[in-house]
């Protein structure tokens, strides 16, 4: 009998269940692998999506850039906690403090404490990396003091990505390729359109206007500027097992090669800093690149990522020798990952996924004029109002994403206690959540967006 027989059925049913266009999964148990796709890559054209389809895989990318970085670790060409200056003299924020002492390690560690969504579209050329650094020196606020706080810093990861490229000699592209993709036999994997194009590619689907049907997105790719934190890559879910099974077997790919040292998977798993706490579902700690989990007891490491459309959820569960990659390419595609993962994880690793927070049953007391207040970041602006006890919450979107066609809207947001609210109505299936940390000055959302005062411009 193959294992987990009933993949093919639980994807198909989840993506008829939740509006995704199309869908792909690779499952890692032990040395066998087991894959399944179902639906379009693209609603405008009609084609199928298959197992060897190129999903951007987004913000999972940023292991790859850690892995990157590690190896410079482990030949003395890298100091974790040293200031990024030493490495990158060009490097620096609006603030002078922060940017002469940010350290690598926060960086990896989302701690640096500046502004995470700068998508300035630099160009296509090889300095379009450098080019996003010399607009950080002026473009980039610092929301908290280095080391503080864990705020989700896109900027960060491009900035390692600089130092990679710097230190190699080479763009971030031809050290990935040289260090990472080559070593591990990665066959499906893209890093620019006009190599995604030579495979089957999905394109993502966003909501449709006046809830009307999915509509392909008019831009495929954010700019190459953010690759490092994860703007361009694309790979097939099979690609992420590969990569997963290597930190499994301590650096080593399938075919012998030691791609990272012997230690360093344990090392990237060491939590640098605790997250405000969401729910046993959730990201608690966050190591070096990796996200932390503990489910039923047992630890579980990944990433996520999403692009424009699309979204790819990938993790790793040592103790039970399994690795998951579920990629998406629109409609509610979190319940979809959600549905699939709960499944897969329990037969192939004996292990529970905890559901998401859903709003309570029963209404919990809270004053909500303690949160009402503008709080802003490069991507979008909240504003937030008193509401039935509750809050509703206007979000307003700033550069790349008023381009992409997204438009403010205001969703209502009910109080859970602790400071923490969840959304009333799911966004792509999933509830939100937002916790207000340090007495109010931030709104958390995965970033810590600060509480504007009276007059300041968004």
């Known amino acids: 009998m193959s294992a987990l027989p009933n993949l093919q059925r639980w994807l198909d049913g989840a993506a008829t269940r939740h509006d995704v266009p199309g869908a792909a999964i690779a499952v890692g148990v032990g040395d066998v692998l087991v894959e399944a796709a179902t639906g379009v890559v693209n609603r405008g054209t009609g084609v199928g999506t298959t197992t060897d389809t190129l999903f951007q895989i987004g913000s999972v990318t940023k292991v790859w850039t850690a892995a990157l970085v590690m190896q410079l670790v482990d030949e003395g060409l890298v100091d974790l906690d040293a200031p990024v200056r030493r490495y990158l003299p060009e490097f620096g924020v609006l603030d002078a403090a922060a940017s002469a002492s940010v350290t690598v390690r926060q960086l990896l560690s989302h701690t640096g404490g500046f502004d995470g969504d700068l998508f300035e579209d630099t160009g296509r050329g090889d300095d379009a990396v450098d080019r996003l650094l010399a607009f950080m020196r002026t473009g980039a606020r610092q929301v908290h003091p280095p080391g503080e706080l864990f705020s989700y810093c896109n900027a960060g990861y491009n900035v390692l990505g600089a130092l990679v490229s710097r230190l190699r000699g080479g763009t971030w592209e031809s050290v990935l390729r040289e260090r990472l993709i080559g070593p591990l036999g990665a066959t499906h994997m893209a890093l620019f359109a006009e190599e995604a194009i030579l495979f089957r590619a999905a394109v993502g689907h966003l909501p449709g206007t006046n809830g009307g049907p999915q509509r392909v997105t008019s831009q495929w790719q954010i700019p190459r500027s ?190 859970l206690g602790d400071d923490r609210f969840v959304g009333a109505e799911p966004d792509e299936g999933v509830h939100p959540q937002l916790v207000f940390i340090d007495d109010g000055r931030y709104l958390y959302n995965s970033r810590a967006m600060p509480r504007e005062t009276p007059g300041e411009p968004g």
């Open 226 to 415: 953010n690759a490092p934190a994860g703007a361009t890559p694309c790979a097939a879910p099979r690609e992420l097992v590969r990569f997963g099974r290597m930190f499994l077997a301590d650096g080593v790919a399938a075919d012998g090669t030691r791609v990272l040292p012997a230690g360093t998977f344990a090392a990237m798993c060491e939590p640098q800093v605790t997250l405000p706490w969401l729910g046993e579902r959730y990201t608690a700690r966050w190591g070096l690149g990796f996200m932390l989990f503990e489910w039923d007891g047992v630890p579980v490491v990944g990433h996520d990522g999403g692009t424009i459309g699309q979204g790819t959820c990938w993790r790793v569960v040592p103790d039970r020798d399994v690795v998951v990659a579920v990629t998406v390419n629109g409609g509610a595609g979190g319940a979809l990952i959600d549905d699939v993962l709960a499944a897969v994880l329990a037969e192939s690793a004996d292990l529970r996924l905890p559901p998401r927070v859903r709003p309570p049953a029963e209404p919990v007391p809270v004053d909500p004029a303690a949160y009402v207040g503008r709080y802003s970041s490069p991507a979008g602006t909240y504003e937030i109002v008193a509401a039935d006890g509750g809050l509703d919450v206007t979000t307003i979107p700033k550069g790349m994403f008023v381009e992409i066609g997204e438009e403010p809207k205001t969703a209502r947001y009910v109080p």
